[in-house]
């Protein structure tokens, strides 16, 4: 089997339902045969490794450790899904605090053994501010480290495929910006149908209000339906980012990544990017006044939530944070 490459990939939280997906996918994609699975609880990631085993990849060297030291060292690419999963009734916000305190301690396992990792995926709830914490205690690059935001895009693009009865791709411009959560903007200006733009397909106001709804309820439903948090497209969706920092297709969808402009400033954010070899590249959003001004509350909304891990200690104020990363 032909590999993209030969580099270590980690996935953090290898033992639940999303990390073993991710380590899967990775394989089924043939990113690379160097997959090191980490977790915290080893009788799950003994089972993952067994499972992953029984499919018997091609040239696979696929190792599994408790041990950070050991998953870390010499780390090229990491995904990481390596929180608590949101339950049934719970917003991505009610996991804040500990899932921060888990992202810090990744992000200090990082500058302390991979401080050389190319590109790292974060996305464990709330992953705004998960990926914000891990990108000032790893010392990384913003353009070294995205968060998952696309679910909420594709979602949007699955609605809207049902609602005009024509195949999913065939919607294009179906993206949310700012927050991965409650807050998050939904943009309508730049979608087409089947190459015509929305504005012409006789969308009742009513109707567009419930499609949002529904795409921001998205996470929710699935676990009304399955009974757990979702895990084969958040697995499949960070998977295809970090094949895009290995060199692989491009990745289009928005992704979280840090922002830092005269506009937003100092918070993870989606926005219209790109995922390439070099990292993540941003540009700015483009929309009508409603929906810039819906973009502006879910910016306000993540200042919110970076000044509560600020005031819980998991990272310093603004002013210090070149302290700690000297690349923000």
């Known amino acids: 089997m032909k590999y993209l490459t030969n580099e270590k990939l980690v996935i953090v939280g290898a033992g639940g339902m999303i990390g073993s997906n991710m380590a899967q996918s990775a394989l089924m994609l043939g990113l690379t045969p160097n997959v ?63 899932n921060c305190q888990i992202a810090a301690e990744f992000g200090d396992n990082i500058k302390k053994y991979c401080p050389d990792v190319k590109h790292v995926v974060v996305i464990f709830n709330p992953a705004d501010v998960t990926a914000l914490t891990a990108l000032i205690h790893s010392g990384l690059k913003p353009s070294q480290l995205t968060s998952l ?29 700012g927050g991965h959560g409650e807050a998050m903007a939904v943009f309508a200006s730049q979608v087409k149908i089947d190459g015509k733009p929305l504005a012409e397909m006789k969308l009742s106001a009513e109707r567009w209000e419930e499609i949002k709804h529904n795409t921001i309820q998205g996470g929710s439903n699935i676990i009304k339906l399955r009974g757990r948090s979702s895990f084969q497209s958040p697995a499949y969706n960070a998977v295809k980012m970090i094949e895009a920092a290995m060199g692989g297709s491009k990745f289009t969808w928005p992704a979280g990544c840090y922002v830092n402009n005269p506009v937003f400033q100092n918070v993870m954010m989606a926005m219209p990017t790109t995922i390439d070899k070099t990292g993540v590249h941003f540009s700015a959003p483009k929309g009508t006044a409603e929906e810039m001004a819906a973009l502006k509350a879910s910016y306000e909304h993540l200042c919110k939530m970076r000044d509560e891990i600020i005031s819980l200690g998991i990272v310093p104020a603004v002013s210090d944070w070149k302290t700690m990363n000297p690349n923000l």
């Open 36 to 98: 090191c699975l980490y977790d915290i609880f080893e009788p799950g990631l003994k089972g993952v490794l067994a499972e992953i085993d029984h499919c018997a990849f091609e040239g696979a060297n696929v190792t599994a450790t408790i041990d950070p030291a050991v998953a870390f060292k010499d780390a090229k690419y990491i995904i990481s899904s390596g929180g608590a999963p949101r339950k049934e009734g719970m917003t991505r916000e009610d996991l804040l605090k500990g």
């Open 149 to 177: 935001a696309a679910l909420d895009s594709t979602r949007l693009q699955e609605a809207l495929a049902q609602e005009f009865g024509v195949q999913q791709c065939k919607v294009t411009g179906a993206h949310t910006y």
